[in-house]
C-alpha cells in the first residue's frame, strides 16, 4: 500500500473521478511522521441572517469526513479549518435595516456577533465537531506582518499583471490565467452576461470579478494603495486557507453552487499569486437541497432555517431534533440532490426509534461507560470501508440495521460496535439521546437528565391511568414539550398546558427587531411581535432611557 494511502477514495470535482486519497504530506519523505497532517478547508456562513437547511448540508457532509480523517490518520494528523465571513454587502445591508439608528460599524458588529452565535449554536445541536480553526474574514483584510492579507494578496497580483485598478475597483483579468474554469468546465468565450457573470463598462472581459472596492462613507471600509474599500467576496477564502493550510493543501469542500464563480475565483486568485499548479489536490461538492420538490427560497415561502426546525413548529407542526435533522440529510449520498421534506424527517425520526428500542437505554449507557473505560474502538463489519467509498453512508448504515437485527443483548462486543458506528455517524451519542424508547427525542439531554426524564413520563403514564389530573399536570410541569405532545397525541390519557421555551438569543432577537419596527413606525409588526412573545410567556416591559430619550425594552417571564 502507498504511503498515505488508507483505503479512502473520493469523488474529485477538478477531474470528474474518484480518485485515491493520499494526503500531500505523505508523499514528502522528508517531513517527519509526527508533522504531516492532513489538510481541509470548507467554506462557512456569510452572517448576516440565520442558517438556513441548505446551509446545514455542508456542514454535515464535511463533518463526517472530518471524523473519518481523523479515524483514518489520527486526530492531531488532522486540520479543518472553516471560514466565517463577516464583511459583506448583505450584512451591511442588514445591519443598517435592523440598527438604523447605531452607528454602522457598531450595527454590523451587532448582526455578525449575533448572527455567529446562533451559528455555532446551531451546527451544535446538528452534531457538528467545531473545526480546528475558524477564521472570520475581517481579521484577514489588511495589517499582517507576514502577508496573510487581502491586501497583499491583491498587490501581488496586480504585480504579476493579473489585476488592475479600473472604475474605482480592482479586478482579476481572467484571460491572464490560460485555464481559467477548469474546475466549472466553462470556456472563457462562454461567459457572456448572465446570473452569475456582471458586467461593466470599465470591465476589460465581461468575466473579470472584483478584489476590491471602494467605500462610501457610509459603509465599512478598510485603508488600501487604491483607497478606503472593502474586499470582493471571492479573496478571502484564498487568503485565509493560504494562512492555515499553506498554499496547495489536500480537500476543498462546499456546496455545488459554489463551483461557479466562488471555487473558480478562489483557484484563479490563490494560483496566480503563489505560482502554483494547483490549489486544492481535491475539491468536493454537495448537491443542492429542495424544500418539499421547490427550489427554497423567501419568495416562494419555503425558506426553513436550522433554527425553525429546531425550536419552532413551523415545519411539520413539530420541533425536529437535531440528529433527526442530520439524519435526514446523510441517508441520501451527498453529491446527489436532496428533496427536504416533512416525510423525510419522519423516516429519519423512525429510524432511530427502530435502531434504540433494540436496547434498554441503561443498556446502553452501561455499554457506552465500558467501552470508553476499554478503550473499544471496533465498528460494525464494513462500516468504515463504506464510508472510504466516497462517503458511502448509506452502505454503512446497512450494515448497521443488519447488525442491529441480528444482535443479542449479551453480545457485548457487537452491541459496543452498534453503538460506537452510530457516534461516530453523529446520530446516536449519549450526549444528545432522548428517550427513545418512549418514542420521543429530546435535544441537548445529558445521559443522566434523559433517564429521569423518561421516569417522569412513565410515573406521569402511571399517575394519568388513575385519573389524578391535577397530579399529572404537576408531574407533567418539567417534561418538554416534545415529550408532552407525543403523551398527549399517542396515549390519549391527560391534556396537559405548558409554556414553549424559547432562547434567550431568540427572545433579544424578537425586541431588537420590534424596536426596528417602531422606528419604523410599523405598528402592526411591533404589535405582532409583542402578541407573539406574550403567547410564549414572555412580557415586554418598554421605558425610555433619562439621560438619552432612547426607547428602551425590556422582559420578564409572566409568573
Known sequence: MRAGFRGLRLSNTMTRQKEDFVPLDWRDAEIPEAEKRVRMYVCGPTVYDYAHIGNARPMIVFDVLFRLLRHLYGEDHVVYARNITDVDDKINARAARDFPDMPLNDAIRRVTTRTTEQFHTDIAALCCLPPTVEPRATDYVSGHANGHDMVAMIETLIEKGHAYEAGGEVLFDVTSMPDYGSLSKRRLDEQQAGARVAVDSHKRNPGDFVLWKLSDENEPGWGSPWGRGRPGWHIECSVMSEAHLGKTFDIHGGGLDLIFPHHENEIAQSRCAHGTASMAEVWMHNGYVQVEGRKMSKSEGNFITIHDLLHTEKFGGRKWPGEVLRLAML???????????????EEAAEELSRLAQKFDYEEILNNWSLRKELELRDFVPGFVEALEDDLNISLALRYVREAVSNVRKSEF???TQIIASLEFLGIFRPEIIGVYSTGTLSIGMSPHSALREKNKLLNLRAIAANTS???????????????LKYFVSERGIVHVEKTEQISELEIQRLVEQRLAFIGDKNWAEADRIRDELAEKGIQLKDSKDP??????TTWELKR
Open 331 to 345: 441517508m441520501t449520498h451527498y453529491r446527489e440532490p436532496i428533496d427536504f421534506s416533512v416525510k423525510r424527517l
Open 413 to 415: 462486543g457487537k452491541v
Open 469 to 483: 389530573i391535577r397530579d399529572a399536570q404537576f408531574e407533567a410541569s418539567s417534561l418538554s414539550n416534545e415529550q
Open 547 to 552: 439621560e438619552t430619550g432612547e426607547r428602551l
